[in-house]
Structures are given as C-alpha cells and as structure tokens.
C-alpha cells in the first residue's frame, strides 16, 4: 500500500517514522501531477508546499489549531493530508473545491480566495483563543505575491503590538505570486532569500567557542549576544523584527526536517513569530519548474508526460483586448498600462514587452493601483488598469473617491466578468456593474464578442473626465454577430425596429446570444420582439427609455446580480422618466454560487433561453 493511502487524518501523519516523509511527498507529487492534468486547476503552487504542508500538520494539531492558507489555491497538499483524495472531479460540479471549503471538512476555515487577508484572519482567530483562554494557535499561509497587499501590512502593523498573540506566520517565499513578485518588499526577502552566512557564523561560533575550555561557553554567550547586529548585517531581517515580530529563516522549504524545526521554535515561542520560508513553484515536476512564465501557476487539462494542453482553446476575449491595446500603445504615448500581479492572465505581456516604459504592475495592491491611476491622469497620462472583475470589489473606495470624484480618465478592463466557473463564489466577477452603478458619471460598456471590445477600448481611452469601466467574461470570445440596423443610437440585434415590441430586450454584453434565442424562440410564437445592445450600459442611454416607451414590457439580460444590476438601473431610469412599462430582470441571484462550468450555472440559475421564455411567456 503507498504511504498516501494511509494518510486520512494530521494524526495519521504524525504517526508516520520519519523515514517515511520522503516517499509521502514523491507519492503527493506524483498524485497532484496525475490527478490535476485530468481536471485542471492549480498546479505549480502545490507541488511547492508539499514538505511545508506535512510540516504544519505534524507540529500544529488542525483543527483545534487554525491554519489559514492566503488566497488556498495551494491547499490541495492540505486537503490530501486531511482525509480528502478524491480529486477526479475537482473544480467540477459535486467535487472538490480548489480552494478550502468549510463544507468540505473542519480543517478548511477561509474560503475567500482573494489575496492578503490571512494574517487578519488569524490574527482575530488568535485573539480570540486568547481572551477565551484556549492554549490554541492560529497559523496564517501567505505568499511572498500576497505580502505585497496593503492590507498584510496593516495586520502586521497590529500583530506586532500583541507580544503574547500565539501566532506563526509563515511566509511562502518562492519568489512570484502568478509571476515574479516585485518591488521593495520582494528585494528585501531577496537579501533575506540570499544571505544565509549568518546562521553558517553562528553554527561556526557555536561549535568553536564552545569547544574552548573555561571561557569558551562564556565567549559563545557574548558572540550570540551580539545577534542583532550580526542579523542586520549579514541578513537585513530588522524590518520585521524592528516591527517587533520575532523572526526564523530563511529554511529550505523543501528539507521537512528543517521546516518542521522551525515550526516547533516558532510554537514554543509564546508570541507572534514569522518563519520565512524558500520553496520552489512546481518542485519536482520538469514541465512545470522550467516554465519561465509562471511554472504551471494553473493548468488546464493538460498530458502529464508532455505537459502540453490536451484542448486547444480558439481566441480569447482577453486576446482580443491584449492586441487592442498593444495598438493604441503603438499610436498614443499618453497610454499607461497598471495591472495587480497578473501581468500575463489579463493579456499585458505584449504591451509590456512593447512598451516597458509604460507598464506598472504593483503587486496585490489594487487599491494602491486605482488612486496611482488617479494620480497618472491628472498628470496628463491616460492609465488602463487590467484586472479580474472580483477583484475590482478591493478598490470601490478608490474608484468612487479618488476617481470618480475627482472626474479622473481612467479605464478599468475587467476580465473574467461574469460567472467563471471552476473557482466558485469568490472568483465570479458577478458584481461589478451593481458596485459600479453607485458611481457618479461613471460610464461602462459591455462588449458582446471581441470585434466590440476593440471598438469600446478606443472609445474609452477617450474620455478624459470620467473613469470608464470595460468588462468581458472568462474564456473563448463570441462569434461577432453584426447589428442589423441601429435605432436610437443602440444597436439593434434582432427584431423589426418600425415595429412597437410587445418585448423590448436589452442584451448586456456575452448575454447577446441568449438574448437572440429568447427573441427567437417568442418569435415562432408569433410575438413582436425588438433585442437591443446598449454597448455602453451605464449610464442607462436615453435610447433606451425612448424605445421602452413604444414597448409594452422591458426585459434585461445580463450575467451580474440582479440587485443593483443593470435591469435594476434600467427600471430605476424608466420610473424617473415616467414611463410606466414593466421591467423583467433576468440575472444571477443575490447569493454566492459554488463552483461549476460557466453553462451550468447559467443553466441553474434559469439564465438560459427556454427558462426565460418560460418566465416570460405569461405576461404576453
């Protein structure tokens, strides 16, 4: 029987001789190897943390110790070592989550898959073990990428006023987040990462002087007392110990011994420690460790052998924005390109290598992105900040104030708009346009295949006292389907515009081909249907009101949440208009949806043409 086999609980872990570790972190290895080629997901982050994660479950004891992992696409090793082996439909419909799930077991305790927020997780966890007095411990996971967020360095700021907090930070240091981590913090871990002489001194210190007969002992004690400045000069650690966080490393993430060690010091400390660990993305699988861009950061279906994709996507919505905007960089040197460490996933890295004057990736910081961007227009420039659509909800307050208000010419491109299946709540970009809605002369457009994102790109970099928002969904980009005539500015999609319509629909963006089918479908049934692209949706354009008022009823299809969403913006328009015609909104409930392919949770949501004929059909 294999090792892993075994393994179905921490306790069975610590059990294990310790001969037996090395064979249990091949035998993970070649599971996640085997196991995430068939179903995607996270791949190289995994593979790194292996001896990290057995270390943590065999010093600490989950549950009754906390482990919060930041951001979790890395806790597959964790769901393994916790009783759950069962990957074949990971990421599916009824599996397994990629990211900690508290349904799934009670060792998952963070489902949030957005960055930086562990160690203010575990920090309120430790505290309130320690006003219970519960001799428990709290352990926050985080990346060298995920340091870079603002919001670890608050709850750093806190951790370190609280001497006695049982709290272990471990820093996952493997030099990237998506891709290499940059800026001032990832050049101090690199001096960290980079000098070790000061624990080879020490070790030489103590074997020597100790050996001195009388004194030596004596010597050895003054040389260690001398530990500060030699930490500062042979390893510039101070910014964390001068914050008043006691801190272990550099250790090789990948010597289990090593960690484990540093762990057991760090538990036996009796306040908030950080341990500074060197791991490397995609250990021990080739195809993954020598991928220069991101070391298999996530896969999807992909031949273990090869380590090549099994399915051949056809031309994303991301590509399509990608060469739009290498070509106005081309034209325009007022165009200024911000990402929040994912350079390659929102399509940058063509501009990038156009235009390395003109590219600025801050890190997990979109906060810090959104009012620099500010700061960029008012100096004349015209800032593209590309990101996920969720993560947009980390800067409203930097959009609303800095922004808005300040009638800033910014344009957000919101990637992975939408439902975007496999990564679950955290990852649907599902509430950006019921945010954004909440913002004065802001302008958003919602393109319906790739022919139309070029178009609204230039369009958007054009506007100069607003900030313009963008967004498209996950995956391949729409066939273009050409507008049959335009009608009070909007485009017309279907339907005959001299006719009054029994049903006006107002297509939001990727919408635009179950809009047409909904039409269709009402159509053969002999109703007068008139589909309509805003293009730009917020605010809503008084084309729309127009035709509302020759319409007998107002249907909005849009993949966002129907409260706030566009067909929530479109009544609000009509009742302060005084046009009196009903509106139906079809949309994604106000709830969070687990993970699933894009169709099936459009399907389960009733956000397809036969449950929209169906709800509409009584009305007609």
């Not at 090549?308 to 991301?318: D, K, N, Q, V, Y």
């Not at 994102?453 to 928002?469: G, H, K, S, Y």
């Not at 002999?526 to 293009?535: E, T």
Request: aromatic content about 6%; proline content about 5%.
């Amino acid at each position: 029987m294999a090792v892993l086999e075994t393994i179905t609980s921490p306790t069975d872990l610590k059990r294990l001789p310790v001969e037996q570790l090395e064979t249990l972190a091949r035998e993970i290895r070649a599971f996640l190897v085997a196991e995430v080629s068939r179903s995607g997901g996270h791949l190289g982050p995994n593979l790194g943390v292996v001896e990290l994660t057995m270390a943590i479950h065999r010093v600490f004891d989950s549950p009754r110790d906390t482990v919060v992992f930041d951001t979790g696409h890395q806790s597959y090793v964790h769901k393994l070592l916790t009783g759950r082996q069962d990957f074949a439909a990971l990421r599916t419909r009824g599996g397994l989550s990629g990211y900690p799930s508290r349904a799934e077991s009670e060792h998952d305790v963070v489902e949030n898959s957005h960055a930086s927020t562990s160690l203010s997780w575990a920090e309120g966890i430790a505290r309130g073990y320690r006003l219970r007095g519960e001799d428990r411990h709290a352990i926050a996971v985080i990346g060298d990428g995920a340091l870079t967020g603002g919001m670890a360095w608050e709850a750093l700021n806190n951790i370190a006023a609280n001497k006695d907090l049982p709290l272990v930070i471990v820093v996952n240091d493997n030099e990237r987040s998506y891709a290499p981590t940059i800026g001032g913090l990832a050049d101090h871990l690199a001096m960290l990462r980079t000098n070790r002489q000061y624990e080879q001194v020490l070790d030489w210190g103590k074997d020597k002087l100790t050996r001195t007969p009388v004194v030596g002992r004596a010597a050895y004690q003054a040389f260690h007392s001398m530990k500060k400045g030699a930490k500062d000069f042979w390893a510039p650690q101070g910014m964390f110990e001068d914050l008043g966080i006691k801190y272990l490393g550099p250790v090789d993430g990948h010597d289990e011994a090593s960690v484990e060690q540093a762990l057991r010091r760090a538990r036996a400390f009796h306040g908030p420690v950080l341990v500074h660990v060197i791991t490397q993305k995609g250990r021990g699988y080739d195809h993954a460790s020598n991928d220069v861009a991101d070391q298999f950061h996530t896969v999807g279906k992909i031949n273990p052998e090869t380590g090549l994709p099994l399915e051949i996507a056809g031309r994303s919505w991301t590509d399509e924005f990608s060469d739009e905007m290498l070509a106005l960089g081309r034209e325009r040197n007022d165009i200024v390109a911000i990402t929040a460490a994912m350079m390659m996933p929102v399509g940058l890295k063509p501009f990038a290598d156009a235009h390395p004057e003109r590219i600025i990736d801050v890190g997990i910081a979109e906060q810090h992105a959104t009012t620099m961007a500010a700061g960029l227009a008012f100096s004349g420039m015209h800032p593209v900040i590309a990101i996920y659509a969720t993560f947009l909800n980390r800067a409203f307050d930097q959009l609303l104030m800095d922004c808005a208000m300040h009638r800033a010419g910014v344009t957000f491109v919101l990637d992975r708009s939408g439902v975007t299946g496999p990564d679950g709540a955290s990852h649907h970009g599902m509430w950006d346009m019921s945010l954004v809605s909440l913002v004065p002369g802001l302008r958003l457009a919602a393109p319906r295949d790739g022919q139309q994102i070029r178009r609204a790109l230039r369009e958007a970099v054009d506007v100069d006292d607003a900030p313009t928002v963008i967004r498209f969904p996950k995956g391949s980009a729409a066939e273009p389907l050409e507008a049959i005539a335009t009608l009070e500015g909007l485009d017309v999609l279907a339907g005959d515009p001299v006719v009054d319509p029994e049903v006006l629909i107002v297509s939001v963006g990727a919408m635009a081909a179950t809009a047409t089918t909904v039409a269709e479908k009402l159509a053969a049934e002999g109703h007068d249907v008139l589909v309509i692209d805003p293009r730009w949706v917020l605010p809503v354009p008084d084309g729309v009101i127009e035709l509302a008022r020759r319409a007998g009823r107002v249907a909005v299809i849009e993949d966002n949440t129907v409260a706030g969403g566009i067909g929530a913006e479109v009544a609000r328009s009509l009742d302060e208009a005084d046009v009196a015609v009903p509106v139906h909104r079809f949309g994604l409930p106000k709830e969070f949806i687990d993970h699933a392919s894009r169709g099936q949770v459009l399907e389960s949501v009733g956000l397809t043409p036969d449950p929209i004929v169906e709800r509409l059909r009584p009305h007609l």
